[in-house]
């Protein structure tokens, strides 16, 4: 599956990964709404670890970033949303 993103979305998506797993203190041990959900905890904190530039240049990786960039939206902030507007 090919996924058309741009450097930027990209980048979005990897900031929210950070920005999740930097708040994910509990690793999910708690049911609070923050940070990733008991069965992304594991995968959102690897994928919190990878260089952006490693990032950039993986397919596999920018698809799992996307995924739960879409996925935990509702908590991030507005400049970590992958699918905004272009401006």
Not at 38 to 45: L, M, P
Request: charged share 20%; glycine share 4%.
């Amino acid at each position: 599956m090919f996924v058309t993103l741009t450097a930027d979305q990209l980048t979005r998506a990897w900031n929210a990964v950070q920005w999740l797993a930097n708040r994910d203190l509990d690793h999910a041990a708690n049911a609070n709404g923050v940070g990733f959900s008991k069965s992304d905890t594991r995968i959102g904190h690897k994928l919190a670890r990878w260089p952006l530039a490693v990032v950039h240049q993986s397919e596999m990786l920018a698809i799992m970033l996307l995924k739960l960039a879409r996925k935990y939206r509702k908590q991030l902030p507005p400049e970590y949303i992958v699918d905004q507007a272009c401006r």
